[in-house]
C-alpha cells in the first residue's frame, strides 16, 4: 500500500503539524511504501520571497528527518525537484470544471481572512490532485481542513478515468478525529498563516511565552470547568500521559483546575517531548549538505516511480505524438 502526505514549508513546524499528519506519517514507516515531500510550489502561493522559501524547504525537511522519519525507510523529497508534477497539474486543469475549485473551502476561507488571492491559490487543489495521482497514492494520512482537497483529488482522478480509460488509482484521506483540528493559541485552528502556533522547536523562553499565551476563560479554579471546549485542555491532552490527562480531566468537571498549573506543566512536557528531536535538527542543520543529497536521492526514486504514470498520460491525452 503506498502512503503519502506532504507538508508546506511556508513557516515554522506546529504541533498541530506534528500530530495530525508527521506523527501518523512516521508510524507508517515499516507498514507500507511511505512518500513523504516538502511542497515548495504550494508554498508558493504564499511565501513570495525566494530566500524564505529556500531555508525554510531545508528547515521543514530538516524538521521531519529530526523527528523521526528516516529516509532510507520511506520516499523523502522536495516536490519541484519532481518536474512531472507541474506537467501533470496542467492535463488535469483542463479537465477540472471551474465550479468544483469555487466550492473550496480553505481557497474560500483565505480570501474571507482578507489575503488577496493569486491564481495559485485557486488552482492550489489542483496541484495537490497531481501530487497524488502521479504516485498512484493509495491513502492519504492529513488533518480535517485537507479533506476537501482529497475530495477533489477523488472527483478529478475519476474524470480523468472515465475519459481516457483506466489511469490513476483512486486515493483514501485518512483522517484521525482525535487531532482533526488542534487549535491554536488564539481557540481557532492552529495555522501557519494565522501566527497562532506552537512551533515544535522554539527555545525554552519562547516555548514558555507561547503556552502562558494560550486563551483561556476566567472561571475561577474552584468552578466546573468544559475540558471539551477549554483550547488549554484540547492541547495538553495529546500530551500528557492518559493517567495524567484523565486526573486533569476530573478536576476540570468537579472543580479544582488551575489553568496557570496545567501551562506551567504543559511547558514542561513539550519541553520534554521534543528534547531528541531539538538535538538532532541541530546536528542536521549543522550539514545542509548531508540534508540536500538525501533529498536528491529521494527525488531520484520519486521520480522513477512518477515515469511509467506520466508516459500514459502524455500518451492518452496526446502530448506524445
Ligand atoms: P498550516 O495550516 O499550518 O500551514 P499545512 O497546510 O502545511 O499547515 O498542513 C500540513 C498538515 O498538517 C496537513 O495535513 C494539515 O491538515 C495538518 N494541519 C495543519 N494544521 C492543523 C491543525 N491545527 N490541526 C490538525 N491538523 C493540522
Ligand atoms: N495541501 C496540503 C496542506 O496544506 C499539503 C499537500 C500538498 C498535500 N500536496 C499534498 C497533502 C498531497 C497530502 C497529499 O496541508
Known amino acids: 500500500m503506498r502512503v503519502l502526505s506532504g507538508i508546506q514549508p511556508s513557516g515554522a513546524l506546529h504541533i498541530g503539524n506534528y500530530l495530525a499528519m508527521m506523527k501518523p506519517m512516521i508510524s507508517y514507516m515499516d507498514r507500507s511504501q511511505l512518500f513523504v515531500f516538502i511542497v515548495n510550489l504550494h508554498a508558493m502561493t504564499s511565501v513570495t520571497e525566494g530566500e524564505q522559501l529556500a531555508v525554510g524547504t531545508l528547515e521543514a525537511a530538516s524538521d521531519f528527518i529530526a523527528l523521526g522519519l528516516d529516509p532510507d525507510r520511506s520516499i523523502f523529497w522536495v516536490q519541484s525537484d519532481v518536474p512531472e508534477v507541474a506537467e501533470l497539474t496542467w492535463i488535469l486543469t483542463c479537465i477540472t470544471p471551474m465550479g468544483l475549485l469555487e466550492r473550496c473551502h480553505s481557497y474560500k476561507d483565505k480570501i474571507a481572512k482578507g489575503i488577496s488571492p493569486n491564481h495559485g491559490l485557486f488552482a492550489y487543489p489542483v496541484l495537490m490532485a497531481a501530487d497524488i495521482l502521479l504516485y498512484q497514492a493509495n491513502l492519504v494520512p492529513v488533518g480535517k481542513d485537507q479533506k476537501q482537497h482529497i475530495e477533489v483529488t ?17 486515493p483514501e484521506g485518512e483522517i484521525n478525529d482525535q487531532v482533526a483540528t488542534v487549535p491554536g493559541v488564539d481557540g481557532l485552528k492552529m495555522s501557519k498563516s494565522y501566527g497562532n502556533t506552537i512551533e515544535i522547536f522554539l527555545d525554552e523562553k519562547d516555548l514558555r511565552k507561547r503556552v502562558m499565551s494560550i486563551k483561556t476563560d476566567s472561571t475561577p479554579v474552584d468552578e466546573p470547568k468544559d475540558p471539551e471546549t477549554c483550547n488549554l485542555f484540547q492541547i495538553y491532552r495529546h500530551f500528557a500521559p492518559l493517567d495524567r490527562v484523565k486526573e486533569v480531566g476530573r478536576l476540570y468537571i468537579g472543580g479544582g483546575a488551575s489553568y496557570g498549573v496545567i501551562k506551567k506543566e504543559l511547558v514542561e512536557i513539550l519541553w520534554e517531548t521534543f528534547r531528541g528531536p531539538r538535538s538532532e535538527k541541530q546536528k542536521l542543520l549543522n550539514d545542509p549538505g548531508h540534508i540536500r543529497s538525501v533529498l536528491a536521492d529521494g527525488a531520484k526514486k520519486a521520480r522513477e516511480i512518477a515515469l511509467p504514470t506520466i508516459e500514459d498520460v502524455r500518451k492518452k491525452v496526446g502530448i506524445k505524438y
Open 154 to 170: 477523488r472527483d478529478i482522478a475519476i474524470k480523468f478515468n472515465g475519459m481516457y480509460g483506466e489511469t490513476f488509482t483512486v
